[in-house]
């Protein structure tokens, strides 16, 4: 191992040791989205703040205008600043987001305890990375994840059907400390729709902040926002 990856290792050892200890309370971040489908792309810009409790707030700026709180119940609002205008999902949940994944000690297994799965096994490769090896028998789960990691990292998730065909698989890079975390700032995740076809998406994370005032921390709706019908 050279010098610059020992030093990587050991300071993300040490940090993934003391949030063990002591828990980190926040995260805030500017997320860009860049989404790759049927031959054009999509972007989504947003500021996202995430507390250890799983309060999720996210302000669009591209969609402008939109505001999401999501909580991991899984009873969220969607807001529209522009008209006023305000819609209820159980579908707008902070359950699978990455930042409080990370924030509630989910580095561990990617939340995939928290989905159904369960640990089947562990293995280091030669080259010593860490497979993990998860499995699940509930309708709509892919019976089979496995997880990667290098330097108590996690690099790479792949979701696997019943013919052990990976139909989705995520990259993670660019890990940078984030108070007493460590978090990717880059993202890739590839879905396969058929043989032929898959979508391609990049979540780019920046200026990461941890336990740093923010704006959208006491964000609430208005009360006398107009409810409208999903």
């Not at 031959?39 to 996210?58: I, N």
């Not at 999501?70 to 699978?96: C, F, K, Q, W």
């Not at 740093?212 to 964000?219: K, T, V």
Request: with cysteine; net charge neutral; glycine share 8%.
């Amino acid at each position: 191992m050279d010098l610059s990856r020992r030093i990587f290792a050991i300071t993300a050892a040490l940090l993934f040791t003391a949030s063990s200890v002591r828990a980190q309370s926040s995260l805030s971040a500017d997320v860009e989205i860049k989404q790759v489908a049927n031959g054009s792309v999509k972007t989504t810009l947003k500021h996202v703040y995430c507390s250890s409790g799983g309060r999720l707030v996210s302000r669009f700026s591209r969609p402008g205008d939109i505001v999401t709180v999501a909580n991991p119940r899984g009873l969220g609002l969607l807001y529209n600043e522009a008209t006023g205008e305000v819609l209820s999902s159980e579908e707008i949940t902070s359950t699978d987001d990455l930042m409080y994944i990370f924030l509630s000690r989910g580095v561990y297994d990617l939340g995939l305890l928290r989905f159904g799965y369960t640990l089947a096994s562990q293995r280091t490769d030669r080259e010593g990375y860490l497979i993990k090896t998860f499995t699940s028998s509930e309708a709509g789960r892919q019976p089979v994840a496995e997880l990667v990691f290098k330097d108590y990292l996690p690099i790479y998730l792949a979701r696997k059907n019943s013919d052990g065909r990976i139909i989705g698989k995520q990259y993670f890079s660019d890990y940078k400390p984030a108070g007493r975390l460590m978090f990717p700032g880059r993202v890739t995740e590839i879905i396969y729709l058929s043989a032929k076809d898959s979508t391609v998406t990049r979540t780019l994370y920046t200026n990461v902040q941890a336990d740093a005032p923010d704006e959208l921390a006491g964000f609430e709706v208005p009360s006398d926002a107009k409810a409208i019908a999903q």
